[in-house]
Each structure stands twice: as structure tokens, then as C-alpha cells.
């Protein structure tokens, strides 16, 4: 069965400083892999996607992801992190019609 | 333009109640998704729908769970005797293809309660 692992339940980092979250998967074949935010009160927002091709991928405000097909991984990076990016962040696995979620990591940011 | 949304936000439902849920995905989107999203957890898949077709719906977790979408775009989850395990969100998106290469769009979701 397919699963999502992040394991990292809350991360906290001051202003300007570097993220990375930590996103591991299982499933067979090369999946699609998604990478959503969700700020109180709003819907998710997609912030990058995989689906072949290159494995460093960018996406909108400033981040990036790497799929790791030895690592079975696609950890998301920001170099330079901004209190407006606090919020909740979801990897997620695609396959047919489905989408499989991780548990979310919830990014809070210190001045 | 106008995102998905919800309707209504917020809902606090005794057990047994029926609820409805209502869907309103962006204008000509052939694909719409239901999720359920439970406390502290990620979005869980419900059903999906292709145009008027629902397509998959094998995470409904009981036959008390119910989605049409008979016109092809507006979309109803219903909940038959509603029991406190369904206390959670539930997110719709749709998207503009099939398949998981097109986004999907996301609305704010309709917090259920479930007394």
C-alpha cells in the first residue's frame, strides 16, 4: 500500500534561515509527488510538483524539492525562510486518481 | 476568478443527524475531488468525480457517505446518521483535466462537528 512519512511533526527556524522537511514515501513505481502548504483558514495550495525529468524541481515562493529515487524522498528546501511561510506543509503521493497524504509538518517561524 | 468553495464553513450536527455539504468547484473543471481531513491529520481521499461520473469512491469509509454530482459541476457530500467519528474537515478541489498532471484547486473546507 502506498504511504506518505514526514517525520517531522513541528519544526521551528528564525527568520532568513534555511528549511528543509523531510518527506519519505513507499510505493512501487515512480510516483507523482506533490508538495502543498495550508495557511489557517485557507484551502491548500500547491507549491511544486514531480512527475519526471529533472529531479530538482522549483516551485512558487521561493521553493524547491528534490526527489531522491534511492532515498525514496522528496525533501522541500527554502534557503531563506520568511514569517509569511509559517503554516502547515503537506508531501503527498499521486496515483491514479488519488492523492495520499503525510501527516503535515507544521512550520512555525521566529523573528 | 472565483476559487472552489464551500459551503457552509462551519457545521455542528447532533449524532444521527443527515447533513449536506456543498461543493461549488471553478467554472468548467471536469474533475472534482471530496477529502476528509481528521485533526492533526493529512487529507484523506473520499471520491472523485468526472464530469457527472463518480469515477472511484472506494475511501468512502461507510455507506452512510453519499456524493453527487449530478450536472457536472456543482457537487453534494451527504452523511446519513452522522456519528462523532465524522467530527472533521472536509476539503473539495477540482481541477481542469483528468488525471494527476492537472492541479488541483483546493476550497477552505466545511468544518463538521459532530455532538
Known amino acids: 500500500a502506498q504511504s506518505v512519512t514526514q517525520p517531522d511533526i513541528h519544526i521551528t527556524v528564525s527568520e532568513g534561515a534555511s528549511l528543509e522537511l523531510r518527506c519519505n514515501y513507499s510505493y512501487g513505481a515512480t510516483p507523482y509527488l506533490f508538495w502543498y502548504v495550508q495557511s489557517p483558514g485557507q484551502g491548500l495550495q500547491l507549491l511544486l510538483k514531480y512527475f519526471s525529468g529533472d529531479t530538482l524541481v522549483q516551485g512558487i515562493k521561493g521553493f524547491e524539492a528534490e526527489f531522491k529515487r534511492s532515498q525514496s524522498s522528496f525533501n522541500l528546501r527554502k534557503p531563506s525562510v520568511h514569517w509569511s511561510d509559517a503554516a502547515e506543509y503537506f508531501c503527498a503521493v499521486g496515483t491514479g486518481n488519488q492523492f495520499y497524504f503525510g501527516t503535515g509538518t507544521s512550520l512555525t517561524v521566529i523573528p | 476568478g472565483a476559487g472552489v468553495s464551500q459551503s457552509p464553513r462551519y457545521k455542528v450536527a447532533k449524532r444521527g443527524q443527515d447533513v449536506a455539504l456543498r461543493c461549488d468547484p471553478i467554472?468548467?473543471?471536469?474533475?472534482l475531488f471530496w477529502y476528509q481531513q481528521a485533526l492533526g491529520q493529512g487529507p484523506e481521499f473520499l471520491t472523485y468525480?468526472?464530469?457527472?461520473?463518480?469515477?472511484?469512491k472506494s475511501g468512502l469509509p461507510s455507506d452512510r457517505f453519499f456524493a453527487e454530482r449530478p450536472e457536472g459541476s456543482v457537487s453534494t457530500l451527504k452523511i446519513q446518521r452522522t456519528q462523532q467519528e465524522d467530527s472533521a474537515v472536509y476539503l473539495c478541489a477540482s481541477s481542469s483535466g483528468w488525471g494527476l498532471s492537472y492541479e488541483q484547486y483546493f476550497g477552505p473546507g466545511t468544518r463538521l462537528t459532530v455532538t
Open positions: 468525480f468526472q464530469n457527472e461520473a463518480q469515477l472511484d
Open positions: 467554472s468548467g473543471h471536469v474533475s
